[in-house]
């Protein structure tokens, strides 16, 4: 017979903190397939808001090969093998980090700013859905939609504002593909900016003042709000 049991797993984060704290809210940056926590915070820093950044990793090391040698180790957030464990994992992740960060005073709002890039972004989809009390808004590129979505009939709305970048070389969803997710986004979403850029599977360096611009946008209609 097949069992299991449970045991204690270590999710890891780094945070950042500017030096002057401004009273915008936690940025939380997941990185791709095959990355780290380190690309992750790289690229939230990048984008340059100033507010505090949490750079979480996924779960499943793996060895990244260059010319048949062992060069570094990667992360991946979920596997075939049991996704929906994987998919909960990374929901209790999300909201664990955004629960502890509060309770120490890194921040003092109760949602967050989320992105994603490559892997992470349909599972950022799949929390924005079960979890919009927690979220101001969705950062997501390179990309795709949970596949179960599009064989949906029901289109359940998605309330937090979201903005999907594609690129127009990325050859692991090309144009075509991207047009469904765009499709797919477009009749779920409340608050849909949809961007493509040139390039292929990266997080395009010209897209970095739009994304800002974007995420300082958003926030101005909650901070504007009281």
Do not use: M
Request: proline share 7%; with cysteine.
């Amino acid at each position: 017979r097949s069992a299991a049991i449970s045991l204690p797993l270590a999710y890891h984060y780094d945070l950042w903190r500017p030096e002057d704290a401004p009273a915008g809210p936690l940025f939380v940056c997941l990185h791709g397939y095959g990355q780290s926590k380190a690309d992750a915070l790289k690229v939230g820093r990048a984008i340059g808001t100033g507010w505090p950044i949490a750079a979480l990793q996924a779960p499943h090391p793996h060895h990244k090969l260059e010319r048949g040698r062992v060069a570094g180790v990667g992360f991946g957030w979920v596997s075939a093998f049991a996704p929906e464990h994987d998919i909960r994992n990374h929901h209790a992740f999300i909201l664990g980090v955004l629960e502890r960060l509060r309770a120490e005073g890194v921040v003092k709002q109760q949602r967050a700013f989320l992105f994603g890039f490559s892997q992470s972004v349909s599972l950022n989809y799949r929390f924005a859905r079960a979890h919009p009390e927690a979220l101001y808004g969705l950062v997501a590129v390179a990309g795709a939609v949970p596949s179960d979505w599009l064989a949906e009939r029901d289109k359940a709305p998605l309330e937090t504002p979201v903005l999907h970048l594609s690129a127009r070389a990325d050859a692991s969803y090309p144009p075509d593909l991207a047009e469904r997710f765009r499709a797919e986004l477009g009749a779920r979403c409340r608050d849909l900016t949809w961007l493509e850029e040139d390039g292929g599977h990266r997080v395009p360096r010209a897209a970095y003042p739009k994304i800002r611009e974007w995420l300082e946008r958003v926030w101005a209609r909650h901070a504007g709000a009281g």
